[in-house]
T-cell receptor, first 114, second 114 residues
Framework: EADIYQTPRYLVIGTGKKITLECSQTMGHDKMYWYQQDPGMELHLIHYSYGVNSTEKGDLSSESTVSRIRTEHFPLTLESARPSHTSQYLC?????????????FGEGSRLTVL | KNQVEQSPQSLIILEGKNCTLQCNYTVSPFSNLRWYKQDTGRGPVSLTIMTFSENTKSNGRYTATLDADTKQSSLHITASQLSDSASYICVVREAGNRDDKIIFGKGTRLHILP
């Protein structure tokens, strides 16, 4: 079982609120990722990181921001949530060098913005 | 453009029956292909990994095949169980430097009926 944790699992908030989705992993993985997934749809990469102080934007444009101050922690922040941000957000991690590319996913954070 | 196409989009079978899911890709250069299982509301979990030189790999009742020449993979599920109801996602990793890309298919939603 993967040691990667996301909180909260479910969040319902009003428009304009600031939210932070937490993601932590205890596997010592250098690479971490945030994916956005609408119901029944594919995963879209919105942010990734190669390690501490590294953050990159993914294929899908997102108004969210991320930080990587510690290896094990990769939080995602929305400064002003809107209904269009309603989605499931999945955090993942993988080893960096010489890996075969297995992504270990958290359980996801389902965000609903009213 | 690197793409991963899966078929069928959805599938309904009776418990105990076998089924085969298909994945076609155009990713090049190819590194590996993984099948993930995603239960509703959860994060995906890796089932199998196929590298260029591998043709068949089994994981319990799951058997994956890879034809690197035709760029096709399949996931065969034997003697299906109710717990097999999930989305199955084909994920192909593009070989390269540290910016190796991971391309997701849209998944096949499998429903097992009792």
């Amino acid at each position: 079982e993967a040691d990667i944790y996301q909180t909260p699992r479910y969040l319902v908030i009003g428009t304009g609120k600031k939210i932070t989705l937490e993601c932590s992993q205890t596997m010592g993985h250098d690479k971490m990722y945030w994916y956005q997934q609408d119901p029944g749809m594919e995963l879209h990469l919105i942010h990734y990181s190669y390690g501490v102080n590294s953050t990159e934007k993914g294929d899908l444009s997102s108004e969210s921001t991320v930080s990587r101050i510690r290896t094990e922690h990769f939080p995602l922040t929305l400064e002003s949530a809107r209904p269009s941000h309603t989605s499931q957000y999945l955090c993942a991690s993988s080893e960096f060098a010489g890996d075969t590319g297995e992504l270990f996913f958290g359980e996801g954070s389902r965000l609903t913005v009213l | 453009k690197n793409q991963v196409e899966q078929s069928p989009q959805s599938l309904i079978i009776l418990e105990g029956k076998n089924c085969t899911l298909q994945c076609n890709y155009t990713v090049s250069p190819f590194s590996n292909l993984r099948w993930y299982k995603q239960d509703t509301g959860r994060g995906p979990v890796s089932l199998t990994i196929m590298t260029f030189s591998e043709n068949t790999k089994s994981n319990g009742r799951y058997t994956a095949t890879l034809d690197a020449d035709t760029k096709q993979s399949s996931l065969h599920i034997t003697a299906s169980q109710l717990s097999d109801s999930a989305s199955y996602i084909c994920v192909v990793r593009e070989a390269g430097n540290r910016d190796d890309k991971i391309i997701f298919g849209k998944g096949t939603r499998l429903h097992i009926l009792p």
